[in-house]
């Protein structure tokens, strides 16, 4: 039977994790879901000890890294699909019926299009191409489901890339031409357009697509992300 296990990275989401667990589990139908894997990266505030009052969600310690906590999460699941979500991202209702009809169609990987929580003309321009299947329109926001067999064939998320990881994956899922579009909104915020400014934020990911497009390396990526971003 088709069973769905939920991935979640965290790192310092006391905030949002638990609206997020109990929406997950309000919006989907147990009997598709095999587990929710919350993996901690090292966080210092009181996400761990929210995760752990929730008994039926298994908690995950792992070196910091979403790629890293991404792919130890997919070993403790037991579900034949793995649904990797990000802790500030809520798929739509019913997004496990959406998921499985999907898989049963012989369609192994994909992603919903993707809705900010803002009113900028842009982000909700943005958020209209995600609809499209141009790999340029895709990012880790719009969450990623993928069957076991298929993430175990392709090698999982690579792990030199402390950012970018989702990018090198769905570039991979379109190079076998094995990746859909579910034409359901993913909510998904806008924390960080809002903290460091939409164009000044857009212009920081351009730089970054640009410098992956020209070869730069994982690292070369992750220390202008650094820079200009993470702090």
């Known amino acids: 039977m088709t069973k769905i296990s939920i991935i979640i990275p965290i790192l310092n ?26 993996v901690d990266g090292g966080s210092t505030d009181e996400s761990i000890f929210i995760v752990s009052t929730f008994k039926e969600v298994l908690l995950v310690h792992s070196e910091k890294g979403r790629a890293k906590q991404m792919n130890l999460g997919a070993k403790h699941a037991t579900g034949n699909i793995l649904y990797f979500l990000h802790a500030d991202s809520f798929p739509p209702k019913d997004f496990d019926t959406y998921i499985i009809n999907e898989v049963e169609k ?20 943005m958020g209209w191409f995600t609809k499209f299947s141009w790999p340029i329109c895709r990012g880790g926001d719009q969450s990623l489901f993928i069957t076991k067999h ?20 769905i570039k991979k899922l379109y190079k076998i031409k094995q990746f ?11 924390r960080l357009y809002e903290k460091h400014g939409v164009w000044k934020l857009q212009y920081h990911y ?5 410098k992956h497009f020209f070869g730069a390396s994982s690292e070369t990526l992750y220390k202008y992300y650094a820079k200009n971003i993470k702090s």
């Open 180 to 190: 859909v579009v579910i034409q359901k909104d993913i909510i998904t915020s806008a």
């Open 13 to 38: 989401e006391a905030k949002n994790i638990a609206k997020l667990i109990n929406y997950l589990q309000e919006s989907s139908s147990k009997k598709n879901i095999k587990d929710i894997i919350i």
């Open 206 to 210: 351009l730089i970054i697509h640009l």
């Open 106 to 125: 012989g369609h192994w990987a994909g992603c919903f299009k993707l809705k900010f929580d803002s009113s900028h003309w842009w982000l909700k321009l």
């Open 150 to 169: 298929l993430f175990k064939d392709i090698g999982g998320f690579d792990e030199s890339y402390i950012i970018y990881e989702d990018n090198i994956i």
